[in-house]
T-cell receptor, first 114, second 110 residues
Framework: GESVGLHLPTLSVQEGDNSIINCAYS??????FIWYKQESGKGPQFIID?????DKRQGQRVTVLLNKTVKHLSLQIAATQPGDSAVYFC?????????????FGTGTRLLVSP | DTEVTQTPKHLVMGMTNKKSLKCEQH?????MYWYKQKAKKPPELMFV???????INESVPSRFSPECPNSSLLNLHLHALQPEDSALYLC?????????FGDGTRLSIL
């Protein structure tokens, strides 16, 4: 399944499917991006990060793709499991007023059914 | 288990009360952060401490007062809060850009 984080806040998949969560970022000068997973009642948990000089990075069952031309970030989760159910946030290091700060996207809820 | 510990996990207080939120990390990180997260929304930055000095205040009302007693501890003192201040308050720390979050304090203002 595929989701655009800003327009489809909930993505429902079956266990074993591959999931793709998308994120559009705003600042073309952002040089570092992170995906976080937040389960109910918990804080955001780091999943994977990528710098702007890369376009792909792989972790365990997860891959992040960065397209700087269209300012788009995606998180791919292979063989999605019920334990992957959570809200996923992309975050970018964006320039504030004279400093860099981490700015979160609106989030996408992933629901995995057995 | 998270490496950033926040206490208490839940807090209910009246608008005239004074309370404090606490955050602790032992990873040797020199930057610590407070975020506010409303239901179904992303975390929003409130304060940043770098080497125990306040470096960023995101125009937060003065009823929120941060304090960094040492490199491992971060407090958020609360006074005369409003019902709209009810939220999850998250602490994070970092050495570099990757931020590590605690599980937050769920704050309810009556």
């Amino acid at each position: 399944g595929e989701s655009v984080g800003l327009h489809l806040p909930t993505l429902s998949v079956q266990e074993g499917d591959n999931s793709i969560i998308n994120c559009a970022y705003s600042n073309s000068a952002s040089d570092y991006f992170i995906w976080y997973k937040q389960e109910s009642g918990k804080g955001p948990q780091f999943i994977i990060d990528i710098r702007s000089n890369m376009d792909k990075r792989q972790g365990q069952r997860v891959t992040v793709l960065l397209n700087k031309t269209v300012k788009h970030l995606s998180l791919q989760i292979a063989a999605t499991q019920p334990g992957d159910s959570a809200v996923y946030f992309c975050a970018e290091y964006a320039l504030g007023t004279g400093f860099q700060k981490l700015v979160f996207g609106t989030g996408t809820r992933l629901l995995v059914s057995p | 288990d998270t490496e950033v510990t926040q206490t208490p996990k839940h807090l209910v207080m009246g608008m005239t009360n004074k309370k404090s939120l606490k955050c602790e990390q032992h990873m040797g990180h020199r930057a610590m952060y407070w975020y506010k997260q409303k239901a179904k929304k992303p975390p929003e930055l409130m304060f940043v401490y770098s080497y125990e000095k306040l470096s960023i205040n995101e125009s937060v009302p003065s009823r929120f007062s941060p304090e960094c007693p040492n490199s491992s501890l971060l407090n958020l003192h609360l006074h005369a809060l409003q019902p709209e201040d009810s939220a999850l308050y998250l602490c994070a720390s970092s050495q570099g850009q990757r931020q590590h979050f605690g599980d937050g304090t769920r704050l309810s203002i009556l």
